[in-house]
C-alpha cells in the first residue's frame, strides 16, 4: 500500500463533504466551536501577548480587510489568522479534541475567521469549513499517534493543526478536490511545534505556535488558489512527516479512518471552563465538590494529597508553565476560592503562593492510569488542621464529552469573556448573532472588532 494512500483517502472524504448532508449534531457542534473560541479570543484581547502583537501590527503598518482583535485593527488574512491565532490558545480556554489531544479550535477558528471575513462567507460555509479541518486535522494526528508526536517532543496540535488550517481555508475559498488536496500536502511541509512551553513561566510560545499554525494553513490555500501546483510525491511528504514526528511508524489508517461519514470529530470536543490545562481539571473539580460540604481553604488545609493518572500527572508536576503545573494551580484555588487567567501572569509571583504549594503532593498514579484514557481519573484527599480529612474522586471533568459543558455555562462564559472587552450591548448582539440560524462573518467581526475603548 502506498505510504499516503490512507491520507489520501481521507482528504478525499473530507472535500466530498457537503453541510446539508451533515447530521446536525455536527453543524451544532461547528457552531458551538466557533461561539466558543470567537469569545476566547475576544476575551484575550487584554492579554499581555496581544498587547505585543498589537504593537508589531502597529509598527508594520500592513493594511487589509481581515480583522486583527489585537489592536483592533485590519490586516490581511493570513495575519489576521497569525494574531488571533496566537491568543485563541493563550487563555488556556480553547477547546480539546479528547481522543487525539489536539486543541484543534486554537488553530481553525481563527483561519475560519481571516479567510471567511476575506471571502464574505455565510455561517454554513464557516461551519463546513471546520467539520472539514477537524476530520483532517484529527484524524491525521491519530494516524501518526500523538502520544509518539507528544513523546517526539513536538505539540501535536501546531504539527497537525496547520494541516486542518489549510483544509479549513481551502474551503471556504471553494477550491475543488484536486486543489482541496494540494493545499493539505503543501501545508504539511510547514508542520512545526516544538514543546518548548515546557521550560518557559509564560505562555508565548505555546500560543504563538498556535497563531503560526494557523498562518501556514491559510498561505498554503492561497498559494494554490493563486495558481501554485503541488506537484510533489505526496508519499515523499507524508513519509518525512513520519520520520519526524512519529518515530518512522507507518499511518495507523484504523485510527484515521474508523467510521467516516457515521463520526465528526468536531463532536469529539471538550470545552473548557478553567484557564488551566486539562489534566488538572479532574483535581479542580474534586476540590469544588468537597468545598461544598466543607470548609476548606488555604489557611485550615494542613495537607492536599493528589492522585491523577500518570500519563497526566506527568504533564502537570512541577512545570515550568504555572498553567501546566497542578500544585501551583490548586494553590491558587485553595487560597482564592476561584481561578482566574490573571493567576498565570507577571503580576502573580510563584514564590508567594510557594508555602501553600509545599503542602500538596502529586502522585502519579498508575492505578488510575490503568483507566485512562476512557476515564480522566483523579483523585483529591484534603486533610485539615483540625484532623478532619475530606476524599474526592472524579473520573469525568466538567466540559468533556462524557459530563459535557451545559449551554447556559457556554453562554455565561461567553458573556464573561467578551463583555469587558466590546461594552455590554455589542456582548449580547453578537451573542444574539451567533444564536441566529444563519449569520456572515463579516457581520459578526463587524461587532467583534470594536473594543469599549477603541
Known sequence: MKVSQPLDQLLEYAASLTYGRLPAVAQDGARKIFFDTLGVIV??????????????????????????????????????????????????????????????????????????????????????????????????????????????????TTVCGVVG??????????????????????????????????????????????GIAARNGVVAAQMIRDGYTFSGDAAAVVQAALQGYAGGAPLRADAGLGELGRRFEIV?????????????????????????????????????????????????????????????VMAMALEHGVLKRDFFTEAYGIEDIRPVMNRIDLIADEALQAEWPAKAPGVVTVTLRDG???????????????????????RDKFSVLVTPVVGEARAAALAGLLAAPTFAVRDVMRIAGQGVSA
Open 165 to 210: 488550517a489549510a483544509a479549513v481555508a481551502a474551503s471556504l475559498m471553494k477550491l475543488d478536490p484536486s486543489r482541496f488536496r494540494q493545499a493539505c500536502y503543501l501545508a504539511m511541509g510547514l508542520m512545526s511545534g516544538i514543546m518548548a512551553c515546557k521550560t518557559e513561566p509564560d505562555h508565548y510560545t505555546k500560543s504563538y505556535q498556535c
Open 43 to 156: 476575551g484575550a484581547h487584554r492579554q499581555p501577548i496581544a498587547v505585543k502583537l498589537a504593537e508589531y501590527l502597529a509598527l508594520s503598518a500592513e493594511a487589509g480587510d481581515c480583522t486583527s482583535i489585537c489592536g483592533f485593527r485590519k490586516v490581511g488574512s493570513a495575519t489576521a489568522a497569525f494574531t488571533n491565532g496566537a491568543i485563541s490558545h493563550d487563555l488556556e480556554l480553547d477547546d480539546l479534541h479528547q481522543t487525539s489531544s489536539l486543541h484543534a479550535a486554537a488553530v481553525m477558528v481563527p483561519a475560519a475567521i481571516a479567510v471567511g471575513e476575506e471571502t464574505g462567507a455565510s455561517s454554513e460555509d464557516v461551519f463546513l469549513a471546520l467539520v472539514r479541518g477537524y476530520e483532517v486535522a484529527c484524524r491525521l494526528t491519530l494516524m501518526l499517534d500523538p502520544e509518539k508526536v507528544y513523546f517526539g517532543g513536538f505539540h501535536p
Open 268 to 328: 469529539d470536543t471538550g470545552y473548557k471552563l478553567y484557564p488551566c490545562c486539562r489534566h488538572i481539571y479532574p483535581l479542580l473539580d474534586a476540590l469544588a465538590t468537597i468545598r461544598k460540604t466543607a470548609p476548606v481553604d488555604s489557611r485550615n488545609c494542613e495537607h492536599m494529597k493528589l492522585n491523577l493518572y500518570a500519563r497526566g500527572a506527568i504533564n502537570v508536576g512541577d512545570h515550568s508553565l504555572r498553567t501546566h503545573n497542578a500544585r501551583y
Open 388 to 410: 478532619r480529612k475530606f476524599s474526592e474522586r472524579v473520573d469525568h471533568p466538567k466540559g468533556g464529552v462524557e459530563n459535557p459543558a451545559r449551554l447556559e455555562e457556554l
